[in-house]
């Protein structure tokens, strides 16, 4: 008996339908960037390891995606190395290529191999497949498609105003009211850490407070201490747990909490300038709200950070995040070239849509108008008119077999294509068309340019 096909897990596949309406979004992000000035570029798949591992903290480590060599993969490897187990050791060696985390690190390599061929500041937006070995969970896949807009070459906060921007325009376009787009500083966690003596702690403790949403205050405060944090120091945290109110009640917080760190100073007014300036521009759906727990556990952020929720009501995690990196074309060899990026989360945005019912019925891509066949000379007929509705941009086509018209009907019904055409042979002899529209079931005899203004 054959074996029940299947895929792995955190895969999908897409119906029709679903790529009609993934395809909505993503053209009407393309249309945001494009108005926003960044251009599109593509990366491969998979990258030499090295370009990836130690980029995304040990967590993100743990979940790329290895390729093992091609060939006898296991002829490089010596008895001690094999027996003993070392699964860091022996993957070096079995393994030389990795499928992409992100989208972030490999335009990062991007820009410092082809830095002599780039103009800066450098606008870029990719939208590509990225793998992740995460448990899968709804809305979180382990193959899933990333869409991001990044700018290289400039260190001015005018371009965190713009990202806020482009956000509540792609949210906007697509009627997604009530985003909130949540705003945080790494300077300012970073003069936290200075400020209750956990310098040398600061990637524990901003993988821990990243996790805030998903484990709860008493969780973070666990893992905290799991890592040697000291429940002095959490407890000078609690300010940031307990924090309310507007932007500048957290901002006057936060002024008070880091008065003697000249890096979270520096946070605080990056953060006062972006929503000062947002709070001139105005936004058309989206609100920005300053979150002084937010962390992005990513290690290569060093400014502003960004994390995007949907509207009140909807159980979906975030939907979008980014920030500024100052130093990551470093690691290729391209020094002090500062950047910022965002990212939208297409998957998840897809459910909010759905759950909200938000997707215009026009977005089905669908065949509009069907040709019953009667048999070898009426398809002939049916395929010149078809022939020309197709070459002025109409969706036609002919059902390819002659068999009973119930049937082909009820083709119809199950594509849901909204018209039908019957031309028999009265039809061909007269050289017009019978139209039946499907929703209503009144039909029309009609010309050809009847046919087309009908279907038009």
């Given at each position: 008996?054959s074996?029940?096909?299947?895929?792995?897990?955190?895969?999908r596949?897409?119906s029709?339908?679903?790529v009609?309406?993934?395809?909505?979004?993503?053209?009407?992000m393309?249309?945001?960037f494009?108005?926003?000035?960044?251009?599109?570029?593509e990366?491969?798949?998979?990258e030499?390891?090295?370009?990836l591992?130690?980029?995304?903290?040990e967590e993100?480590?743990?979940?790329i995606?290895?390729?093992?060599?091609?060939g006898?993969y296991l002829?490089?490897?010596d008895?001690?190395?094999?027996?003993?187990k070392?699964?860091?050791k022996?993957t070096a060696l079995?393994s030389?290529?990795?499928l992409?985390?992100?989208?972030?690190v490999?335009f990062?390599r991007?820009v410092?191999?082809?830095?002599?061929?780039?103009?800066?500041?450098?606008?870029?937006?990719q939208?590509q497949?990225?793998w992740?070995?995460?448990?899968?969970?709804k809305?979180?896949?382990r193959?899933?498609?990333?869409?991001?807009?990044?700018?290289?070459?400039?260190k001015?906060?005018w371009?965190?105003?713009?990202?806020?921007q482009l956000y509540?325009a792609v949210?906007?376009?697509l009627k997604?009211e009530?985003?909130?787009?949540?705003?945080?500083?790494r300077?300012?966690?970073?003069?936290?850490?200075e400020?209750?003596?956990?310098e040398d702690?600061?990637i524990?403790?901003?993988?821990?407070?990243?996790?805030?949403?998903?484990i709860?205050e008493?969780?973070v405060k666990t893992?905290m201490?799991?890592?040697s944090?000291?429940e002095?120091?959490i407890?000078k945290?609690q300010p940031?747990?307990?924090?309310?109110g507007?932007a500048s009640?957290?901002?006057?917080m936060l002024?008070?909490?880091?008065?003697t760190?000249?890096?979270?100073?520096?946070?605080i007014s990056?953060?006062e300038?972006?929503?000062d300036?947002?709070?001139?521009l105005k936004l058309?759906?989206?609100?920005?709200?300053?979150?002084?727990t937010?962390?992005?556990?990513l290690n290569?952020y060093?400014?502003?950070?960004?994390e995007v929720?949907?509207?009140k009501?909807?159980?979906m995690g975030?939907?979008?995040?980014?920030?500024?990196?100052?130093d990551l074309?470093?690691?290729?060899g391209l020094?002090?070239?500062s950047?910022?990026?965002i990212?939208?989360?297409l998957?998840?945005?897809?459910?909010v849509l759905e759950d909200?019912?938000l997707f215009p019925?026009?977005?089905?891509?669908?065949t509009?108008?069907?040709?019953i066949?009667?048999?070898?000379s009426?398809?002939?007929?049916?395929?010149?008119?078809?022939?020309k509705?197709?070459n002025?941009g109409i969706?036609?086509?002919?059902?390819?077999?002659?068999?009973?018209i119930?049937?082909?009907m009820?083709y119809c019904d199950?594509?849901?294509?909204?018209f039908?055409?019957?031309?028999?042979s009265?039809?061909i002899?007269?050289n017009?068309?019978t139209?039946?529209?499907?929703?209503?079931?009144?039909?029309?005899?009609v010309?050809?340019?009847?046919?087309?203004k009908?279907?038009?």
């Open positions: 008996m074996k029940k096909p299947s895929i792995p897990k955190g895969t596949d897409f029709p339908a679903e009609a309406r993934r395809s909505y979004i993503i053209n009407t393309k249309r945001c494009a108005t926003y000035g960044y251009r599109p570029i990366t491969p798949s998979f030499k390891s090295e370009t591992m130690g980029k995304y903290g993100g480590d743990r979940m995606f290895k390729i093992l060599n091609s006898d002829s490089k490897v008895d001690d190395a094999y027996t003993g070392d699964s860091g022996l079995i030389e290529k990795a992409r985390y992100d989208l972030t490999p990062a991007y410092a191999q082809n830095q002599n061929d780039i103009t800066f500041p450098f606008k870029r937006y939208i497949t990225v992740r070995a995460d448990r899968p969970q809305g979180r896949f193959e899933f498609l990333q869409c991001d807009a990044d700018v290289v070459g400039s001015s906060l371009q965190e105003v713009e990202l806020v509540d949210f906007s376009e997604l009530g985003v909130t787009i949540k705003l945080n500083n300077k300012i966690l970073s003069g936290i850490a400020v209750i003596g956990e702690k600061l524990d403790f901003t993988v821990a407070l990243d996790k805030l949403d998903r709860g008493e969780g893992e201490l799991s890592k944090i000291s002095d120091a407890e945290l940031l747990f307990s924090a309310s507007d009640e957290k901002l006057a002024k008070e909490l880091l008065v760190s000249v890096i979270g100073m520096q946070g990056d953060l300038f972006i929503v300036s947002i709070s001139e058309r759906s989206a609100k920005l709200e300053i979150e002084v937010l962390a992005r556990g290569y060093t400014g502003a950070i960004f929720t949907p509207p009501g909807v159980q975030s939907i979008g995040g980014g920030g500024r990196y100052d074309t470093g690691i290729f020094k002090d070239v950047g910022i990026g990212s939208f989360g998957d998840r945005i897809y459910l909200l019912d019925e026009t977005v089905s891509a669908n509009l108008v069907l040709f066949n009667f048999g070898e009426e398809a002939l007929y049916a395929v010149r008119a078809i022939t509705l197709r002025l969706a036609a086509e002919l059902y390819p077999d002659a068999f009973k119930g049937k082909q009820s199950n594509r849901e294509i909204p039908v055409v019957l031309a028999g009265s039809e002899e007269a017009t068309f139209l039946k529209n499907m929703k209503n079931g009144k039909q029309e005899t010309s050809f340019n009847g046919l087309l009908a279907l038009k």
